[in-house]
């Protein structure tokens, strides 16, 4: 892996980390401190280097199967509210716009996670090179 997606990768673990930590304080904790730390976990051992094609896919599946399942309160909370509604205190006990928020932070972390996807290095059946 080259220097600059291991620096992205670092940077990924930490934001990872940081929407972890902002979660300790919800009514439903544990499922969103876990999926963030595994993010963190995933983008922290990319940094090291020790990468896994399989662990990152399977983490991002589940983090935009889980948000997907989400996205129907995302058009609920722009019909009724201005975009900047979805950060303030009165939002939290909106339940879409709960579930709106929950959805968009999934996102992030299914983006990050693509970001740093490994390739594959198997040889590819056109690649004249694996012929040989």
């Given at each position: 892996?080259?220097?600059?997606?291991?620096?992205?990768?670092?940077?990924?673990?930490?934001?990872?980390?940081?929407?972890?930590l902002v979660q300790l304080n919800?009514?439903?904790?544990?499922?969103?401190?876990?999926?963030?730390?595994?993010?963190?976990?995933?983008?922290?051992?990319?940094?090291?280097?020790?990468?896994?094609?399989?662990?990152?896919?399977?983490?991002?599946?589940?983090?935009?199967?889980?948000?997907?399942?989400?996205?129907?309160?995302?058009?609920?909370?722009?019909a009724n509210h201005p975009l900047?509604?979805?950060?303030?205190?009165?939002?939290?006990?909106?339940?879409?716009?709960?579930?709106?928020?929950?959805?968009?932070?999934?996102?992030?972390?299914?983006?990050?996670?693509?970001?740093?996807?490994p390739r594959d290095r198997r040889?590819?059946?056109?690649?004249?090179?694996?012929?040989?």
């Open positions: 892996m080259s220097l600059p997606r291991r620096v992205l990768a670092a940077v990924f673990a930490l934001v990872a980390l940081a929407m972890a919800d009514p439903d904790p544990i499922e969103w401190v876990a999926i963030y730390l595994a993010g963190a976990v995933v983008s922290a051992a990319g940094a090291l280097g020790w990468q896994s094609r399989r662990v990152t896919l399977v983490l991002l599946l589940v983090a935009a199967v889980w948000s997907a399942w989400l996205s129907p309160a995302v058009p609920r909370w722009l900047a509604f979805i950060g303030s205190e009165a939002s939290v006990s909106i339940d879409y716009m709960e579930r709106s928020r929950e959805c968009l932070g999934l996102l992030i972390l299914v983006v990050m996670l693509a970001a740093q996807l040889p590819h059946s056109g690649n004249r090179l694996a012929r040989r």
